[in-house]
């Protein structure tokens, strides 16, 4: 790719150079800042007014703050300590307040005597440390401090300005605190007049954008909070047009690779399939099915994302997708994240097929395919078999795991890949099945996480995108009610009671635990690993409950009598096939499960579900689980049992989880819920998150339109020729690999 070097010189200097060593290696080493570039580029988190103070009434416990506060209190105490010279020890204790709270400071030993000094009542200061309590009281151990000065004794218009002058926080550690980072900031930010801009000329006059020299230092040391909203505007410009430019190139690259169109033959497979069904599409499954069909007709590679809900008939629009590409004489490739949902993807399609699923073999019908199955567990004679299929062309369809992607798998002219739960998938993993055509293949990514439009134009940025939001005729409403454990023990006698009402009436249930529990070690919760709560949280200090554990509990306890097995990842993949074997023929009641059935799993005639320790698990994964209760005609039940406190911020997780079925309306709280970085990071190879001021809930509308102006610009010059500092953004942002990467997800 044609890129100039990444930043102009004054940016690309090396802040060990400009800062000096130490402070150079802290930056690089707690906050991934190298250059004065990366430094002009750590934002502020927010800005404090010397005139106003900060709330102490709400710091969080274990986190490292910044306050702006006074000192109403300042008490040297002194006691017996054998390790104090002359057998006497000092400790300083002063209190400051910001009108909201009190915090108490601490300073032992030698650390007393420069504080002593200067921390007179009345004092005004930015403290920084780490919160801790002692004696059940918060307070900050040792904290650094900054006087600030020019207090009454000024003039009164002095103390004016002062006191509306605004103080920039940034995002700091224990070895950097933020004043810190705004003094080696100022060092740098006459480079700032280097910049070069991304944006075109056009672009930033027509929507009356500052220049990017202007809005890195009006962030840095603004003077009014109009300079910080000017700034903040055009530096999520830069994020969201330099990132829409990266995708809208890729859209483009791939719309000039060639691609074999794929018509259905009429009265083909396809027809033969549609007659078939014992039921009509939906609209949405009609429109859906249409936009894929135009793409496949086309000479390049169709590249689609498709989400559903839960239960839309994402898998019957994918499937008649594969039927038209194997009518037009391709083969299609099913990709699925794990050997059970690989299986369950056979069993349901060969079944939704019938003999037109039995190519080749007596009773198969004149129009009829193969359909394999591929997973890394299968026998050698079997795997042997489904190659000579595949290479043979004999198979039209195959469905399987990551084993379709090894070498030894040859196709005989691939047409069209599905991915299913696009989020599970490497991206080198489907780079690898893309590249088994003798052309690009066209390209499906299904995903039942239901996404945001805006994270659908950031993440997944090169799909066209396709939604079903209908769910098929007959489905049942899914009730879901929060059990308080804990401060309701009843309540949990009850979800059993209605367990057994369930099985009494013929159906069947779910028990979801977030751990396996057969002895071996595992992280107790990886999402929680390593984060420290409050004390409320005492439900988080046990183990998770376990699959083993409950599944024994219930046999000899509320469920005596009726049939449970268990299901779990660690199981070997025949077992694993045979328990869902025997679940799905009704011959369990009660299967309990860890998260293996999260996708895919199809048991209509499973009724209810009950979600142990629900507080673990995330809220779109809470969605997912629940989708696989109410697949039937009668109706749904799912209760979510945790033992956190009502007011924890897990119970109020949980009760929107029960509140809504809408999964985009999920998706949002638990966007909302978690950090940015989360979401991108994953799209981003796992790098850092290059949206620094974007972000993507709040900033809709920036995304659309950066999206509209960058297909614009790609259209008019698609290597940027005539766009130099948009290239050289480009390049800071992403070396190839990320840009190959970004476009996958």
């Known amino acids: 790719m044609d890129l100039v070097p990444a930043l102009e010189e004054p940016l690309k200097q090396p802040l060990k150079s400009v800062l000096g060593p130490a402070t150079a290696k802290v930056m690089a080493e707690h906050l991934g800042l190298h250059t004065v570039g990366d430094l002009l580029h750590h934002y502020p988190r927010r800005y404090e007014e010397r005139g106003q103070l900060t709330h102490l009434a709400d710091l969080p416990m274990d986190e490292h703050v910044t306050v702006v506060a006074q000192v109403a209190d300042a008490r040297l105490h002194t006691f017996a300590s054998s390790k104090a010279p002359r057998g006497k020890g000092q400790r300083l204790e002063v209190t400051i307040t910001d009108g909201s709270g009190r915090l108490q400071l601490v300073f032992f030993g030698h650390g007393v005597h420069k504080p002593h000094k200067e921390l007179l009542p009345g004092t005004r200061a930015l403290f920084a440390g780490k919160v801790s309590v002692f004696n059940r009281r918060l307070q900050l151990a040792h904290p650094a401090y900054e006087l600030l000065r020019g207090d009454t004794d000024e003039a009164a218009e002095a103390v004016d300005s002062w006191a509306g002058a605004l103080i920039p926080m940034y995002p700091a550690t224990a070895k950097l605190e933020s004043w810190k980072i705004a003094k080696s900031v100022q060092t740098v930010l006459p480079s700032a007049q280097e910049a070069v801009d991304p944006l075109p000329p056009s672009l930033r006059e027509g929507r009356g954008l500052a220049a990017l020299p ?398 142990m320790d629900a507080d673990r698990f995330g809220v779109s994964q809470l969605h997912q689980l629940r989708g696989r209760v109410g697949r039937g005609s009668a109706p749904g039940l799912c209760l979510l049992v945790s033992e956190m406190p009502e007011a924890s911020p897990a119970r109020q997780r949980l009760n929107s989880v029960a509140a809504t079925l809408d999964g985009f309306e999920l998706s949002r709280i638990d966007l909302e819920q978690r950090r940015e970085g989360d979401v991108l990071g994953q799209a981003q190879s796992g790098a850092r998150t290059s949206l620094r001021m974007l972000t993507v809930i709040d900033d809709e509308e920036i995304i659309a339109e950066a999206r509209e102006e960058a297909a614009a610009v790609v259209a008019a010059d698609p290597a940027l020729e005539n766009l130099p500092g948009l290239r050289t953004a480009l390049d800071a942002l992403l070396d190839e690999e990320r840009e190959q990467y970004l476009d996958k997800g």
């Open 214 to 611: 202007e809005a890195l230092v009006k962030i840095h040391r603004p003077h009014t909070k109009a300079d910080i909203e000017d700034a903040r505007t055009r530096l999520k410009w830069d994020e969201a047009f330099v990132l829409q430019v990266a995708l809208a190139r890729r859209r483009h690259a791939d719309a000039q690779l060639p691609a074999v169109p794929r018509r259905p033959t009429p009265d083909g497979l396809l027809t033969a399939f549609d007659a078939k069904l014992p039921f009509t599409l939906t609209q949405g499954q009609q429109k859906v099915s249409k936009e894929i069909f135009d793409d496949l007709a086309a000479e390049h590679p169709m590249h689609r994302l498709l989400q559903g809900e839960v239960g839309s008939g994402k898998t019957l629009v994918a499937l008649r997708a594969m039927l038209a590409v194997v009518d037009a004489g391709g083969q299609a490739a099913m990709l699925a994240p794990t050997e059970v949902l690989a299986q369950q993807h056979h069993r349901s399609i060969t079944e939704m097929m019938g003999e037109l699923a039995e190519g080749g073999m007596l009773g198969g019908a004149d129009k009829a395919t193969k359909v394999v199955l591929l997973t890394g567990s299968m026998g050698t004679a079997a795997r042997r078999q489904a190659l000579l299929d595949l290479v043979t062309g004999e198979a039209g369809l195959v469905i399987g795991t990551h084993a379709l992607i090894e070498d030894k798998v040859q196709f005989h002219d691939l047409g069209l890949v599905v991915v299913d739960e696009q989020h599970r998938f490497g991206v080198e993993q489907r780079d690898a099945l893309r590249g088994k055509g003798k052309q690009p293949p066209h390209l499906l990514v299904m995903t039942a996480t239901p996404i945001p439009r805006t994270v659908a134009m950031t993440v997944f940025g090169d799909l066209e995108t396709s939604v079903l939001d209908q769910l098929p005729a007959g489905r049942s409403p899914i009730a879901s009610h929060v059990v308080p454990a804990a401060d309701k023990p009843h309540f949990l006698a009850r979800a059993w009671e209605r367990v057994r009402e369930e099985v009494g009436k013929g159906h069947q249930a779910y028990v979801v635990c977030p751990r396996i529990g057969d002895d071996v070690d595992e992280p107790a919760d990886p999402k929680k690993a390593g984060k420290k709560r409050s004390a409320e949280d005492e439900a988080e200090k046990r183990p998770p409950l376990a699959v083993v554990e409950v599944a024994e509990q219930l046999t000899r306890g509320p469920l005596q009598g009726l049939r449970v097995e268990i299901l779990h990842g660690r199981m070997h993949p025949d077992d694993k096939d045979a328990v869902m074997r025997r679940f799905a023929a009704g011959e369990t009641d009660v299967l309990v499960a860890t998260t293996v059935i999260e996708v895919g799993v199809n048991v209509p005639n499973a009724t209810a579900m009950v979600i």
